[in-house]
Nanobody
């Protein structure tokens, strides 16, 4: 049984940092992405990391502030978020996929078959 469990969310102030964790079980050789969904908005891609950890990709909103990494021993993927902004407030989800869209890692949520329950990140001004 595949299970993804996020943790690390919370209430922080603008400019603070948070590290989200996504602990996986029951699945191997997958790549993982972080998505987020703010109230009243569509879910959006944030970052992804390959199964080996050597390839990463970020949304423009995350570049330079967020870093995705993975610990293969712990089977855990992390999202380090620095210089948080009010607009980063959202529920953050990790998701796993084996699907390659046109030979590339996908940033589309529909291509991810496994999802965590989400963790709330609230950035206050």
């Amino acid at each position: 049984q595949v299970q993804l469990v996020e943790s690390g969310g919370g209430l922080v102030q603008v400019g603070d940092s948070l590290r989200l964790s996504c602990a996986a079980s029951g699945v191997t050789n997958y790549y993982v992405a972080w998505f987020r969904q703010a109230p009243g908005k569509e879910r959006e891609f944030v970052a992804l990391i390959s199964s080996g950890g050597g390839i990463t990709s970020y949304a423009d909103s995350a570049k330079g502030r967020f870093t995705v990494s993975r610990d293969k021993v712990k089977n855990t993927v992390y999202l380090q978020m620095n210089s948080l902004k009010f607009e980063d407030t959202a529920v953050y989800y990790c998701a796993a996929s084996f699907y390659y869209r046109n030979g590339n890692y996908s940033t589309r949520g529909a291509d991810y078959g496994y999802w965590g329950q989400g963790t709330q990140v609230t950035v206050s001004s």
